[in-house]
């Protein structure tokens, strides 16, 4: 189990339609986001445009809008949506009593 | 607890099911296994609890006074009789002993068993605070808890439920009914976030206020207060709130104790497979103590599947368990709230969205592929059943999308889906516009008699032109009357989240005394949950600027330069732009300035073209350490980037210049000190130049002071920039005071009036630069009363982000979460302290 996932803080930290970042060695940052409704997403931190901080984006429903040139990207999947097309890669989540785990493989395989 | 020993008699061939849990799990895998094969299974119930088998989820109507105890009954005494049940009640299991397949329990009594069911249900979480042991704090699980709540309201005082759950309002609800004067501590910004979003969540919070709770959400409780017996609660920011009851309901866990010392599986609840059959074959275990596939349960519904599946497999059925969705209803009379699935949107996920504020109703249905995927509705909840049902059933439903919204009665109506053939088959008579009174034949009439478009409608016969409820159907009835083609456009909404613009919005949040978002957002009809990029920022700005020093800015709707007091750049690093002001610096600034530079390893620093410095390349991590630096050394945030006031530019003016006129220096310092900090609709620049050579282009401006020997001159509206736009003159003053007030004035006009993102330039095209000077100039006492609101709002706007940061807060914006450092084979993961 431990090894599988990684275990980055409590769901609290992230503040609610908003995002914190998870730095990896080496890597891109992923993002961890917190919609209004308390879903938990992570993806890679960085927009399939140009390469923008989605973790500094506005979180609005299931999505974030960029803050370098405002595209909208999916958080369950990572897709642009609307008229953009592009993919940012997706870092697998899942909550166990109130902590948030990321999937190691995802981390590493995105980040690298 | 009374008990009379079974004995298997030698003729005894059934095999024995021990079941330990008399609650609504247990029980009803027992029916179950009976229903099927009555004869099969001898069977003995364990009940920690000395009571027959009662309907845990009824204890909220009898703490409301609803319903007694007998009602609540599911299994009396005569069913247990009747099925030759053995009922051991008060007494737990202390110990199973899997070897030699016996159970004992406190009491001292062993049995063996053939097969054992563990529905040991969950025990309530208490939050480890000091003085959760004191007398007086209790959880709200079993009956002992509502005679003990009871026992408390009897005496009367206050409560304090700690929890804004489900279980949280349901207690909250039935001690505010018993008298009790009741505060909710949530730890969420919205009530049952679990269950409904935050539109919902507001609504709730609303109704629970109204009906005299006092609800306090983002509260972080740090201890309960007492001695012998609680006199309080303390919240981490220092409140106490007095209570002699506190009910703390903050969540459960599943019970695994026993099974976990029978040496069983156990992760988050007592592992099981979809027979729930454990990681031991002889033992099964059911309901809120087990995990199947790395779910546990809080809701009587998948319960209810188990214990099918359960019976299924222990009659050679064998059917197994699969779990599907939720819904979950609030048990509080006349509040109607409900939600079911999954309604987070996501991945193509559509949301269809009906506010009806003056009903109090708030409907979303989320819909993914032409399934339904998630509800919540507030207020009116008759639909629910038939949303979870196709919800359930992934029905598709192409076909009612377009009425789904509106409920079963609406969309199953065969040819009346089509919401146009819905309209076109009204009566004349039927009321179009409940706030003013508007029928469908006065709307026809005034669309027949040349109102081509909503706006005209609302102009004409109002209808729509309150709540803006009706307004789809309005469009309905121009599209039906004039044919699609020749509805006339109406003025541009603010977004695609609402069908007002950007002015109605302002207007009826000053008129309706709105205080926050989903505030707004519900009253004014808004289609998608949370809003979008566009209107968030725009709404935030609208309420902040109606709400000076009441308003709580809504950092998460604020564009990311507002929110960093930094800009961000195209490689996710901040440029820093310390503010100078009046564009004048000193040895101590500039040194500190060098010293960041060098410090941080600033790969550029640059003269702006708004005479300040640019230090860019910062990390977001070093950000505050950056500022503190700043700080020290005299210099504040520039709200560099925000829609603010960005810079005042000076020339050198009379001190220095052998053509200045005044001192355009040193106002323009005094300007930039009286201005700095203003939340505007856009970005907002001004300009002092000492004579008419203008060197510091005061004539492209927002605001541009021209100064002569005979006094000030005052322009409005330039725009360098993407379309440059000289000023227009407004008007000429003999002194600085009058200056000021003027300039005062004018940005509060500008900051009332002008919609979000629009600057100074396309505003006074818009408006016209005789309507700015009609409310300037004639009347001093409206300007001057422009001034002070300016002034007023300033009061609470000019503190210095940087500096609070620097003393920590809103730490999270800028350290990252955690770190992690790959080293294979073995992970390492150090977090951030
Ligand atoms: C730093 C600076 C350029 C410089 O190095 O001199 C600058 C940089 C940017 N300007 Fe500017 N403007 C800067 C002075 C100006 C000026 C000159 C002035 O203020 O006297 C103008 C024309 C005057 C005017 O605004 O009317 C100017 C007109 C614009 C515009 C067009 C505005 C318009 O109404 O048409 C934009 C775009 C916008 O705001 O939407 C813009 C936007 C930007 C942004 C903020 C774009 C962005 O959103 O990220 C640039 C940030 C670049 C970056 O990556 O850091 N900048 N920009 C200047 C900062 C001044 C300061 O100290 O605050
Ligand atoms: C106030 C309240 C309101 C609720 N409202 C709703 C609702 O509206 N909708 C909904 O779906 N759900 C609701 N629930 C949740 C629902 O009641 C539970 O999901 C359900 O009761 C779980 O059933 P269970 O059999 O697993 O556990 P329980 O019903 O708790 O039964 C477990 C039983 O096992 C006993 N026990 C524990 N350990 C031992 C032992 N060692 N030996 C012997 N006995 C033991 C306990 O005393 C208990 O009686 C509500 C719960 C509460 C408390
Ligand atoms: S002129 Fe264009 S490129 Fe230069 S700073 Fe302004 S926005 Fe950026
Ligand atoms: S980099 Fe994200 S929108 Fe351009």
Redesign the interface.
């Known amino acids: 189990m ?2 599988d996932w ?4 409590w769901v ?7 995002s ?7 890597g891109d ?2 993002a ?1 986001f917190r ?5 938990v ?1 992570a993806l890679l ?1 960085r927009c399939p445009h ?4 989605l973790s ?8 974030v ?1 960029c ?2 040139h ?1 595209w ?1 990207i ?4 990572g ?1 642009a949506l609307g008229e953009d097309r592009g993919c940012t890669p997706v870092v697998p989540v ?1 909550l ?2 109130g902590r948030v785990l990321i999937c ?1 493989a995802a ?2 395989k995105a ?1 690298a | 607890m009374e008990y009379s020993p079974i004995m298997a008699s030698p003729t005894e061939l059934r095999e024995h099911l021990v079941v330990i849990g008399n609650g609504m799990a247990g029980c009803r895998a027992v029916e179950e296994v009976l229903a099927r094969d009555p004869n099969r299974y001898r069977v003995t119930i364990f009940g920690a609890e000395p009571l027959v088998n009662y309907n845990r989820i009824m204890l909220s109507p009898v703490l409301a006074g609803e319903k007694t105890f007998d009602e609540i009954v599911i299994n009396g005494a005569d069913w247990y009789a009747d099925n030759a049940i053995t009922l051991i009640s008060g007494d737990p299991v202390t110990a199973i002993d899997r070897e030699a397949r016996t159970v004992t329990s406190q009491a001292g009594v062993t049995l063996g068993y053939d097969r054992l069911l563990i529905a040991t249900g969950s025990d309530p979480f208490i939050i480890p605070v000091p003085g959760r042991d004191l007398p007086g704090v209790i959880s709200f699980r079993d009956m002992k808890d509502v005679d003990h709540m009871l026992a408390a309201a009897a005496r009367g005082g206050s409560a304090v439920v700690i929890g804004g759950g489900l279980l949280g309002l349901e207690a909250a609800h039935g001690l505010s009914l018993r008298g009790m004067k009741v505060t909710v501590l949530h730890i969420m910004p919205t009530l049952m976030e679990r269950q409904l979003d935050e539109a919902a969540g507001w609504l709730l919070k609303q109704a629970l206020e109204a009906r005299g709770q006092t609800v306090l959400t983002g509260a972080d409780t740090a201890a309960i207060l007492g001695d012998s017996h609680v006199t309080g609660v303390a919240l981490k920011d220092g409140t106490e709130i007095a209570a002699d009851l506190v009910v703390m309901a903050v969540g459960i866990r599943p019970c695994t104790a026993l099974a976990r010392a029978a040496g069983l599986e156990v992760g988050r609840g007592i592992k099981v497979d979809d027979h729930m059959v454990t990681s031991d074959p002889r033992v099964l275990a059911v309901g809120e103590c087990v995990e199947h596939d790395g779910q546990v349960y809080g809701l009587v519904a998948p319960l209810w599947d188990m214990c099918r599946a359960l019976a299924d497999g222990l009659t050679d059925a064998h059917s197994g368990y699969r779990p599907s969705a939720t819904s979950t209803k609030l048990k509080v009379a006349g509040l109607d709230v409900f939600s079911a699935g999954d309604f987070s949107g996501g991945d193509g996920a559509e949301d269809i969205v009906l506010r009806d504020a003056a009903r109090g109703i708030y409907k979303r249905v989320v819909v993914r592929g032409d399934r339904i995927v998630g509800a919540v509705l507030y207020g009116d909840t008759a639909d629910g059943n038939w949303y979870f049902d196709l919800l359930k059933r992934q029905e598709d439903v192409a076909d009612i999308r377009d009425a789904l919204i509106f409920g079963q009665a609406f969309a199953s109506g065969g040819g009346q889906a089509d919401p146009k053939a819905a309209v076109a088959a009204l009566s004349d008579d039927a009321e179009i516009c409940g706030c003013n009174g508007v029928t469908k034949g006065k709307v026809v009439a005034c669309i027949a008699g040349g109102a081509h478009s909503v706006d005209a409608v609302r102009g004409t016969c109002k209808a729509s032109a309150s709540c803006g409820s009706c307004t789809n159907i309005v469009e309905s009835l121009l599209a039906l009357t004039l044919g699609e083609g020749a509805v006339e456009a109406g003025p541009k909404t603010m977004c695609k989240c609402t069908s007002f613009g950007h002015d109605d919005v302002r207007r009826e949040i000053v008129a309706q005394g709105m205080r926050s978002i989903p505030e707004v957002m519900q009253k004014l009809h808004w289609s998608t949950p949370d809003g979008c990029s566009s209107c968030r920022p725009a709404l935030n700005y609208y309420l902040l600027c109606a709400l000076p020093g009441e308003y709580k800015d809504d950092q998460q709707s604020r564009f990311v330069n507002e929110r960093m007091h930094a800009n961000i750049q195209k490689d996710g690093t901040y440029s820093v732009v310390p503010r100078m002001w009046g564009g004048l610096t000193n040895p101590r600034e500039l040194r500190a300035i060098a010293d960041v530079v060098e410090k941080y390893d600033a790969p550029m620093v640059k003269v702006t073209g708004g005479q300040r410095l640019d230090i860019f390349g910062i990390k977001k991590e070093d950000l505050p350490a950056v500022w503190a630096d700043l700080n020290a050394a005299g210099m504040v945030s520039g709200h560099a980037y925000g829609k603010s006031l960005r810079t005042v530019k000076t020339c050198v003016g009379s001190e220095w210049c052998r053509f200045g006129t005044q001192d355009s220096t040193g106002f323009g310092v005094k300007i930039e000190r009286a201005t700095w900090g203003s939340w505007m609709p856009h970005k907002f620049k001004i300009a002092v130049s000492g004579c008419p050579r203008n060197c510091a282009e005061a004539t492209i401006k927002d605001f541009g002071v021209v100064c002569v020997d005979s006094g000030y001159e005052c322009h409005v509206g330039g725009n360098g920039g993407i379309k440059v736009r000289a000023t227009d003159l407004l008007c000429k003053v003999a002194t600085e005071a009058e200056a000021m007030e003027m300039c005062a004035a004018f940005i509060q006009l500008y900051r009332e009036e002008a919609r979000y993102l629009e600057r100074t330039a396309p505003w006074i095209e818009r408006v016209g630069l005789a309507y700015v000077q009609s409310r300037l100039l004639p009347d001093a006492e409206a300007r001057a009363e422009l001034a002070a609101r300016f002034f007023h709002s300033q009061s609470f706007s000019q503190d210095d982000p940087w500096a609070a940061r620097v003393e920590g807060a809103e730490r999270e914006m800028h350290a990252p979460m955690a770190r992690f450092t790959p080293v294979p084979p073995v992970p390492a993961l150090e977090e951030m302290a």
């Open positions: 431990i090894g990684l275990d980055i803080g609290d930290e992230i503040p609610v339609r908003g914190r970042t998870v730095q990896v060695e080496g940052d992923i961890v919609t209004g409704e308390g879903k997403f931190d140009k390469h923008g901080r500094q984006g506005i979180v609005h429903g299931g999505a809008a803050p370098l405002n909208r999916s958080l369950a999947t897709e899942k166990s009593g190691r981390t590493l980040a």
